[in-house]
């Protein structure tokens, strides 16, 4: 009887194992496939929407620039536009031009725009066909439940005037805690969801301007925001909103909350040596910056920041993914920003691959690419950071036995270690515990155990056998033969049974490589081979 079916057995018989079938973080599975991306534009002329635009690599599919706004009658007003050029540069790109309509928070605008609800539907309508827009984002904010009905009215009237083919969407409040009054009273999500393409939850500024210091969005406002919002609507009409910036407080002012571009706190950050911590239970990064008086003032965004202590609370790339992984968790549309031209540089090189349920950087177009998705997926596997998996990069043997653990779900076990070279300090001391343990993986000899040494193609083998069944069918067929393999080599009977069941391949000039390394992908694509076999 091999481990996996000693395991089992345990199993069977009461002892609380189960094998993993889904991705350790939340304990679901990530659904995959392509997911909507779009982005509002509010800072700059058009010449720096399309240089934004193409930085973002071909990711976005719509961009929602601030076209459109109200007079104090409610009547729109043509911002910006002078003339179909932006449109064209979109269409070339395949990306949707959505203006976005827009009172800026001003209530009166607001009010004096839905009274006027009906000219004003017709009023977008008619800017939407004459220039060759793909439809309207309503982002009237600021208006509070009196104002429900004829909110969701206007909508309506909007979507009758438009063809079918053009978009209508509704950028929303966040409402985490079910708010039905004020701002968020404002908003019927149902009947909004009802005349609408989709409804772009604004899942940031859950602290804002005047408010005591504290993130932007943390993730448990956001996480809240989506399960509130799921009650009224299905998830593939649910865009998640992600902030593009940050909001900073000086030591000593009894009034902060400013806003400030991701760009400029990563430049603040370099210029004054920054601090950054991230606050686990938030999952927001919270920067600490000293301006020393010998540096003089700092102008940014329109604001001087003098002398003193500042602290930011902002998004990186970390608090990003946390976001980007919600929206695989509930299966919502996609991902919205507010706004393009305030992240970071950095930010393209990971957004469409995280948004789309692929966690690395560096795992893309490789050729072990979906085999990796599947580690992480199952929780098997763990990125070398938050945005890189080195597939290339050898496997040790206590990464190894980290991965043997999880995938047999032996975590809850315990054991006690029993290498020299294996402190209760190393990060996989548990892990090799288990694995000892259970047989699972031996020492090298010496009491020693080798954590940081390389696993080698015929050690992985026999690990392998040691945790999959072999059929009785397989041992009967003709034995494979590797010239650099003698048959009475300790590995052989696992590079045999292995090799048999096509989950390690020898190479095309009859050789097994036996002491050859094993690369991260590699261990990948092996466990992804195995895993009907251990679930």
């Known amino acids: 009887m091999n ?20 991705l350790v973080f939340g304990g679901y599975t990530y659904a995959k496939g392509k997911r909507f991306n779009m982005t509002y534009m509010y800072f700059g002329d058009t010449q720096a929407f399309i240089r934004n635009v193409d930085k973002a690599g071909g990711d976005l599919d719509t961009v929602s620039p601030s076209y459109f706004g109200l007079d104090d009658a409610g009547n729109l007003v043509l911002n910006g536009i002078t003339d179909k050029g932006f449109v064209k540069a979109m269409e070339e790109r395949d990306i949707r031009v959505i203006p976005f309509l827009s009172n800026h928070w001003d209530r009166v605008k607001g009010r004096a725009a839905l009274a006027n609800r009906k000219a004003l539907a017709k009023q977008v309508a008619d800017a939407v066909m004459e220039y060759g827009f793909d439809g309207v984002n309503v982002d009237i904010e600021n208006v509070t439940e009196a104002d429900r009905e004829a909110y969701t009215d206007f909508v309506r009237l909007v979507r009758e005037e438009l063809p079918s083919r053009k978009e209508v969407s509704v950028a929303v409040a966040a409402n985490p805690k ?41 993730i448990s406002f956001v996480e809240d925001a989506i399960k509130y919002a799921l009650q009224y609507v299905p998830a593939g009409k649910i865009v998640l909103g992600i902030p593009f910036y940050g909001r900073y407080w000086k030591a000593g002012q009894k009034y902060g909350g400013y806003g400030l571009h991701l760009n ?74 507010w706004s393009l031209g305030q992240e970071t540089d950095d930010t393209w090189e ?47 043997r206590a990464q190894a036995a980290a991965i043997m653990v999880r995938a047999l779900d032996l975590g809850e076990d315990r054991a006690t270690g029993s290498y020299t070279d294996v402190t209760d300090h190393h990060w996989a001391f548990k892990e090799i515990g288990i694995a000892q343990q259970h047989g699972i993986m031996q020492g090298k000899g010496s009491g020693r155990f080798g954590p940081e040494d390389p696993l080698t193609r015929e050690e992985m083998a026999v690990i392998l056998e040691r945790i999959i069944d072999i059929d009785e069918e397989d041992r009967d067929e003709e034995e494979v033969s590797f010239r650099d393999v003698d048959r009475g080599r300790w590995s052989y009977p696992a590079i045999d049974a292995m090799s048999r069941r096509e989950i390690f391949m020898g190479y095309d000039d009859g050789t097994f490589k036996p002491f050859e390394r094993i690369t991260r992908g590699q261990m990948a694509a092996l466990m992804s081979r195995i895993a009907s076999d251990i679930d």
């Open 3 to 22: 481990i996996l079916s000693k395991i089992k057995k345990i199993a069977a018989a009461g002892t609380a194992l189960i094998i993993i079938t889904g």
């Open 350 to 396: 990971y957004f469409g691959l995280w948004l789309n349920g692929s966690w690395f950087v560096d795992s893309y177009g490789h050729w072990a690419q979906d085999e990796i998705a599947d580690m992480e997926e199952k929780g098997w596997m763990q990125g070398v950071s938050s945005t890189h998996f080195a597939p290339e990069r050898p496997l040790t």
């Open 264 to 337: 400029k706190v990563q430049e603040m950050l370099d210029r004054y040596n920054g601090r950054v911590d991230f606050d686990e239970y938030a999952a927001s990064p919270k920067a600490t910056i000293t301006i020393s008086p010998g540096y003089g003032n700092y102008r940014v965004s329109g604001r001087t920041f003098t002398p003193g202590t500042y602290v930011i609370w902002f998004e990186n790339q970390q608090s990003i993914q946390h976001k980007l992984r919600l929206v695989q968790k509930y299966g919502l549309k996609g991902a919205g920003s």
């Open 178 to 218: 079910g708010i039905n009054t004020g701002w968020q009273g404002s908003y019927d999500y149902e009947a909004l969801a009802r005349y609408s393409d989709y409804l772009m939850i604004m899942a940031y500024d859950e602290k804002s301007e005047g408010d005591v210091q504290g993130p932007v969005a943390s």
